[in-house]
C-alpha cells in the first residue's frame, strides 16, 4: 500500500512558476514509477509527466515538454512537478500517482488527493 500526499499548489500569475510535490509513506516507494496527472474543470484527468523508479527515464504530455520537469529523491520518498512558464490553460487539479509503465504508458495504481493550481488569464 502507498498513500500519496501533494502539496505546492496555488496561484501564479501566466509565466510564473510552482513546484509540486508528492510525498510518499510506503517501502515501495523507491521500486514504482511515479506519475503526475491533472484533470480541469469540465474535462477527463490527462496525463503528464512520468518518471521511472531511478530517475533516469521520463516521459511528458506534449502540452508541457519544455516546461514542466519531472524528478525524484527516493531518499526522501518524493517526486516533484516544476512547473514553468505557467499558462492558464495549466489551470486544474493536479494529481500524483504511483504505479507502472505498460508498453510505455504509465498505469497509476495509487493516486493522491490532489492540488489545485490557478494560472488566472
Known amino acids: 500500500q502507498v498513500q500519496l500526499v501533494e502539496s505546492g499548489g496555488g496561484l501564479v500569475q501566466a509565466g510564473g512558476s510552482l513546484r509540486l510535490s508528492c510525498a510518499a509513506s510506503g517501502r515501495t516507494f523507491s521500486s514504482r514509477a511515479m506519475g503526475w496527472f491533472r484533470q480541469a474543470p469540465g474535462k477527463e484527468r490527462e496525463f503528464v509527466a512520468a518518471i521511472n523508479w531511478s530517475g533516469y527515464s521520463t516521459s511528458y504530455a506534449d502540452s508541457v515538454k519544455g516546461r514542466f520537469i519531472i524528478s525524484r529523491d527516493n531518499a526522501k520518498n518524493t517526486v516533484y512537478l516544476q512547473m514553468n512558464s505557467l499558462k492558464p490553460e495549466d489551470t486544474a487539479v493536479y494529481y500524483c500517482?504511483?504505479?507502472?509503465?505498460?508498453?510505455?504508458?504509465?498505469?497509476?495504481?495509487?493516486w493522491g488527493q490532489g492540488t489545485q493550481v490557478t494560472v488566472p488569464s
Open positions: 500517482a504511483a504505479g507502472r509503465v505498460i508498453a510505455g504508458t504509465f498505469i497509476g495504481d495509487y
